[in-house]
DNA sequence: TAGGTATTGATACGGATCGTGTCAACCTTC
DNA sequence: GAAGGTTGACACGATCCGTATCAATACCTA
Protein backbone atom coordinates (compact mmCIF):
# COMPACT_ATOMS: atom_id res chain seq x y z
CA UNK A 1 0.00 0.00 0.00
CA UNK A 2 1.54 2.75 -1.36
CA UNK A 3 -0.48 5.47 0.94
CA UNK A 4 -1.92 7.16 -1.86
CA UNK A 5 -0.42 11.11 -2.14
CA UNK A 6 -1.63 13.51 -4.57
CA UNK A 7 -0.19 16.68 -6.17
CA UNK A 8 -1.57 19.44 -5.97
CA UNK A 9 -3.44 19.63 -9.23
CA UNK A 10 -4.98 16.18 -8.70
CA UNK A 11 -6.05 17.27 -4.97
CA UNK A 12 -7.40 20.45 -6.48
CA UNK A 13 -9.46 18.46 -9.40
CA UNK A 14 -10.75 16.03 -6.45
CA UNK A 15 -12.14 18.37 -4.27
CA UNK A 16 -13.02 20.80 -6.66
CA UNK A 17 -10.89 23.86 -5.54
CA UNK A 18 -8.45 26.30 -7.03
CA UNK A 19 -4.71 25.05 -6.27
CA UNK A 20 -3.83 28.41 -4.99
CA UNK A 21 -6.79 28.33 -2.28
CA UNK A 22 -5.28 24.83 -1.40
CA UNK A 23 -1.53 27.31 -0.96
CA UNK A 24 -2.93 29.52 0.92
CA UNK A 25 -4.70 27.41 3.32
CA UNK A 26 -1.33 25.61 4.12
CA UNK A 27 0.13 29.45 4.39
CA UNK A 28 -2.59 29.58 7.30
CA UNK A 29 -1.33 26.49 8.86
CA UNK A 30 -4.08 25.66 8.12
CA UNK A 31 -3.00 21.88 6.64
CA UNK A 32 0.40 20.81 5.89
CA UNK A 33 0.94 18.50 3.27
CA UNK A 34 4.44 16.64 3.24
CA UNK A 35 6.78 17.91 0.06
CA UNK A 36 8.96 16.30 -2.66
CA UNK A 37 12.66 16.34 -2.58
CA UNK A 38 11.55 19.39 -4.98
CA UNK A 39 9.81 20.94 -2.48
CA UNK A 40 6.48 19.59 -4.53
CA UNK A 41 3.46 19.11 -2.07
CA UNK A 42 1.62 16.02 -1.30
CA UNK A 43 -1.47 15.21 -0.04
CA UNK A 44 -2.34 12.50 1.74
CA UNK A 45 -5.88 10.88 2.03
CA UNK A 46 -6.41 12.40 5.61
CA UNK A 47 -5.24 16.26 4.42
CA UNK A 48 -7.73 15.72 1.92
CA UNK A 49 -10.32 14.99 4.19
CA UNK A 50 -9.19 18.03 6.23
CA UNK A 51 -9.12 20.06 2.92
CA UNK A 52 -13.36 19.02 2.76
CA UNK A 53 -14.22 20.13 6.35
CA UNK A 54 -12.55 22.97 5.64
CA UNK A 55 -14.33 24.02 2.83
CA UNK A 56 -17.75 22.77 3.78
CA UNK A 57 -16.92 25.24 6.79
CA UNK A 58 -16.42 27.92 4.35
CA UNK A 59 -18.32 27.36 1.99
CA UNK A 60 -21.80 25.97 3.23
CA UNK A 61 -21.57 27.67 7.02
CA UNK A 62 -20.07 30.78 5.83
CA UNK A 63 -17.37 30.87 8.88
CA UNK A 64 -14.10 32.55 7.64
CA UNK A 65 -10.47 31.15 8.20
CA UNK A 66 -9.77 32.55 11.39
CA UNK A 67 -12.87 30.85 12.52
CA UNK A 68 -12.00 27.58 10.94
CA UNK A 69 -9.00 27.86 12.60
CA UNK A 70 -10.39 28.19 16.16
CA UNK A 71 -13.41 25.35 15.13
CA UNK A 72 -10.24 23.26 13.99
CA UNK A 73 -8.35 23.31 17.15
CA UNK A 74 -11.77 22.25 19.17
CA UNK A 75 -12.19 19.15 17.08
CA UNK A 76 -9.30 18.29 17.79
CA UNK A 77 -9.73 18.47 21.50
CA UNK A 78 -13.21 17.07 21.00
CA UNK A 79 -11.15 13.92 19.15
CA UNK A 80 -9.05 13.30 22.17
CA UNK A 81 -12.17 13.12 24.32
CA UNK A 82 -14.18 10.57 22.43
CA UNK A 83 -12.14 7.73 23.32
CA UNK A 84 -12.19 8.17 27.56
CA UNK A 85 -15.59 7.45 26.38
CA UNK A 86 -15.11 3.62 26.11
CA UNK A 87 -16.14 2.09 29.53
CA UNK A 88 -13.00 0.00 30.61
CA UNK A 89 -10.38 1.36 28.34
CA UNK A 90 -8.68 3.84 30.96
CA UNK A 91 -9.29 3.72 34.85
CA UNK A 92 -12.15 5.97 35.45
CA UNK A 93 -10.26 8.72 37.57
CA UNK A 94 -8.06 8.67 35.13
CA UNK A 95 -10.71 9.29 32.48
CA UNK A 96 -11.79 11.55 34.81
CA UNK A 97 -9.31 13.47 35.14
CA UNK A 98 -8.11 14.02 31.48
CA UNK A 99 -11.57 14.72 30.72
CA UNK A 100 -11.50 17.65 33.13
CA UNK A 101 -8.29 19.10 31.46
CA UNK A 102 -9.59 18.89 27.77
CA UNK A 103 -12.69 20.54 28.60
CA UNK A 104 -10.72 23.57 30.44
CA UNK A 105 -8.89 24.00 27.22
CA UNK A 106 -12.34 23.77 25.28
CA UNK A 107 -13.18 26.71 27.51
CA UNK A 108 -10.38 29.16 26.94
CA UNK A 109 -10.99 28.46 23.27
CA UNK A 110 -14.29 29.66 23.46
CA UNK A 111 -13.22 32.63 25.63
CA UNK A 112 -15.54 31.35 28.62
CA UNK B 1 -32.41 43.87 43.07
CA UNK B 2 -33.89 45.48 39.82
CA UNK B 3 -31.82 43.43 37.86
CA UNK B 4 -30.23 46.37 35.90
CA UNK B 5 -31.44 46.71 32.66
CA UNK B 6 -29.83 48.98 29.62
CA UNK B 7 -30.84 51.39 26.93
CA UNK B 8 -28.85 50.55 23.43
CA UNK B 9 -26.64 53.92 24.38
CA UNK B 10 -25.74 53.36 27.58
CA UNK B 11 -25.14 49.48 26.70
CA UNK B 12 -22.92 50.58 24.02
CA UNK B 13 -20.91 52.80 25.95
CA UNK B 14 -20.25 50.22 28.29
CA UNK B 15 -19.35 47.96 25.72
CA UNK B 16 -17.76 50.85 23.46
CA UNK B 17 -19.61 49.33 20.40
CA UNK B 18 -21.23 51.33 18.48
CA UNK B 19 -25.23 51.20 18.82
CA UNK B 20 -25.95 50.11 15.16
CA UNK B 21 -23.35 47.02 16.16
CA UNK B 22 -25.57 45.65 18.80
CA UNK B 23 -28.53 46.08 15.94
CA UNK B 24 -27.07 44.07 13.60
CA UNK B 25 -26.11 41.54 15.91
CA UNK B 26 -29.49 41.11 17.12
CA UNK B 27 -30.38 41.11 13.74
CA UNK B 28 -28.36 38.37 13.22
CA UNK B 29 -29.90 36.74 16.32
CA UNK B 30 -26.17 36.84 18.09
CA UNK B 31 -27.75 38.34 20.76
CA UNK B 32 -31.91 38.56 22.08
CA UNK B 33 -32.29 41.56 24.49
CA UNK B 34 -35.69 42.28 25.58
CA UNK B 35 -37.91 45.46 24.52
CA UNK B 36 -39.99 47.96 26.44
CA UNK B 37 -43.99 47.87 25.47
CA UNK B 38 -42.74 50.77 22.99
CA UNK B 39 -40.10 48.19 21.28
CA UNK B 40 -36.90 49.48 22.67
CA UNK B 41 -34.18 47.57 23.40
CA UNK B 42 -33.25 46.37 26.99
CA UNK B 43 -29.44 44.94 27.42
CA UNK B 44 -28.87 42.14 30.79
CA UNK B 45 -25.97 41.50 32.58
CA UNK B 46 -25.87 38.55 30.56
CA UNK B 47 -26.41 40.24 27.33
CA UNK B 48 -23.61 42.36 28.03
CA UNK B 49 -20.94 39.72 29.14
CA UNK B 50 -22.36 37.76 25.65
CA UNK B 51 -21.85 41.02 23.40
CA UNK B 52 -18.49 40.89 25.45
CA UNK B 53 -17.00 37.45 24.36
CA UNK B 54 -18.55 38.38 20.85
CA UNK B 55 -16.83 41.64 20.82
CA UNK B 56 -13.59 39.17 21.65
CA UNK B 57 -13.92 36.84 19.11
CA UNK B 58 -14.18 39.77 16.42
CA UNK B 59 -11.62 42.18 17.54
CA UNK B 60 -9.08 39.82 18.85
CA UNK B 61 -9.45 36.62 17.00
CA UNK B 62 -10.59 37.93 13.51
CA UNK B 63 -13.52 35.63 13.73
CA UNK B 64 -16.36 36.73 11.80
CA UNK B 65 -20.32 36.13 12.98
CA UNK B 66 -21.01 33.41 11.17
CA UNK B 67 -18.08 31.55 13.10
CA UNK B 68 -18.86 33.11 16.39
CA UNK B 69 -22.43 32.32 16.06
CA UNK B 70 -21.08 28.54 16.13
CA UNK B 71 -18.37 28.83 18.81
CA UNK B 72 -21.59 30.24 20.91
CA UNK B 73 -23.34 27.18 20.12
CA UNK B 74 -20.41 24.81 20.88
CA UNK B 75 -20.24 27.28 24.08
CA UNK B 76 -23.66 26.66 25.18
CA UNK B 77 -22.66 22.66 24.47
CA UNK B 78 -19.69 22.90 26.63
CA UNK B 79 -21.65 24.65 29.31
CA UNK B 80 -23.98 21.82 29.61
CA UNK B 81 -21.11 19.66 30.31
CA UNK B 82 -19.34 20.92 32.89
CA UNK B 83 -21.54 20.00 35.62
CA UNK B 84 -21.67 16.48 34.41
CA UNK B 85 -18.22 16.09 36.30
CA UNK B 86 -19.29 17.39 39.69
CA UNK B 87 -18.89 14.00 41.63
CA UNK B 88 -21.56 12.32 42.70
CA UNK B 89 -24.14 15.51 41.20
CA UNK B 90 -25.68 12.90 38.67
CA UNK B 91 -25.99 9.02 38.95
CA UNK B 92 -22.48 7.50 36.77
CA UNK B 93 -25.12 5.96 34.02
CA UNK B 94 -26.95 8.70 33.38
CA UNK B 95 -24.15 11.21 33.06
CA UNK B 96 -22.38 9.40 31.15
CA UNK B 97 -24.99 8.65 28.48
CA UNK B 98 -25.83 12.75 28.46
CA UNK B 99 -21.86 13.55 27.89
CA UNK B 100 -21.90 11.17 25.20
CA UNK B 101 -25.32 12.91 23.79
CA UNK B 102 -23.87 15.92 24.32
CA UNK B 103 -20.54 15.29 22.26
CA UNK B 104 -22.41 13.83 19.61
CA UNK B 105 -23.66 17.19 19.07
CA UNK B 106 -20.45 18.95 19.52
CA UNK B 107 -18.95 16.41 16.76
CA UNK B 108 -22.33 17.53 14.15
CA UNK B 109 -21.21 21.31 15.39
CA UNK B 110 -17.85 20.33 14.10
CA UNK B 111 -18.75 18.65 11.20
CA UNK B 112 -16.71 15.35 12.36
C1' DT C 1 -50.17 68.51 25.85
C1' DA C 2 -46.19 70.41 23.55
C1' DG C 3 -41.21 70.13 22.63
C1' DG C 4 -36.71 68.20 22.83
C1' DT C 5 -33.96 64.01 23.03
C1' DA C 6 -33.19 59.08 22.20
C1' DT C 7 -34.36 54.86 19.58
C1' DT C 8 -36.03 52.53 15.60
C1' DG C 9 -35.36 50.42 10.96
C1' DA C 10 -33.42 51.11 6.40
C1' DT C 11 -29.87 52.38 3.36
C1' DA C 12 -25.13 53.62 1.89
C1' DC C 13 -20.11 54.06 2.16
C1' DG C 14 -14.99 52.55 3.09
C1' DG C 15 -11.81 48.97 4.68
C1' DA C 16 -10.63 44.16 5.11
C1' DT C 17 -10.96 39.39 3.77
C1' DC C 18 -10.97 35.71 0.41
C1' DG C 19 -11.21 33.12 -3.90
C1' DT C 20 -9.34 33.50 -8.29
C1' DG C 21 -6.27 34.81 -12.20
C1' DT C 22 -1.68 35.86 -13.94
C1' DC C 23 3.27 35.93 -14.04
C1' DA C 24 8.32 34.52 -14.24
C1' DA C 25 11.34 31.07 -12.25
C1' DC C 26 12.03 26.33 -10.99
C1' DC C 27 11.35 21.22 -10.96
C1' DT C 28 10.31 16.90 -13.29
C1' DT C 29 9.95 13.68 -17.03
C1' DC C 30 10.63 12.21 -21.57
C1' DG D 1 17.13 20.09 -24.03
C1' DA D 2 11.96 20.65 -24.54
C1' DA D 3 7.33 20.48 -22.63
C1' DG D 4 4.31 20.62 -18.93
C1' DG D 5 3.39 21.04 -14.01
C1' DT D 6 4.61 23.55 -9.64
C1' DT D 7 6.27 27.37 -6.88
C1' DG D 8 5.77 31.93 -4.75
C1' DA D 9 4.22 36.71 -5.37
C1' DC D 10 1.10 40.06 -6.78
C1' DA D 11 -3.42 42.04 -8.37
C1' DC D 12 -8.29 42.11 -9.33
C1' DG D 13 -13.55 41.60 -8.02
C1' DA D 14 -16.95 40.02 -4.65
C1' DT D 15 -18.45 39.84 -0.15
C1' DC D 16 -18.53 40.95 4.77
C1' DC D 17 -18.63 44.21 8.49
C1' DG D 18 -18.39 48.42 11.19
C1' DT D 19 -19.92 52.94 10.80
C1' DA D 20 -22.60 56.99 9.29
C1' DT D 21 -26.89 59.05 7.96
C1' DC D 22 -31.87 59.57 7.45
C1' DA D 23 -37.01 60.07 8.48
C1' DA D 24 -40.34 58.20 11.63
C1' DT D 25 -41.51 56.88 16.23
C1' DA D 26 -41.07 56.56 21.37
C1' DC D 27 -39.86 58.63 25.71
C1' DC D 28 -39.58 62.20 29.18
C1' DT D 29 -40.25 66.65 31.24
C1' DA D 30 -42.03 71.10 31.71
Redesign the interface.
Known amino acids: MDDDLYLISMAARLLDMHPQTLRKYERLGLVRPSRTVGSMRLYSRDELDRLR ?1 IK ?2 VDE ?4 L ?3 Q ?2 LS ?2 EV ?2 R ?2 PL ?1 DEEAVPRAEA ?1 RR ?2 RE ?1 DR ?2 DM ?3
Do not use: D, T
Open positions: LHLAGINAGVRLIAVQIRMRLSLLCLGI
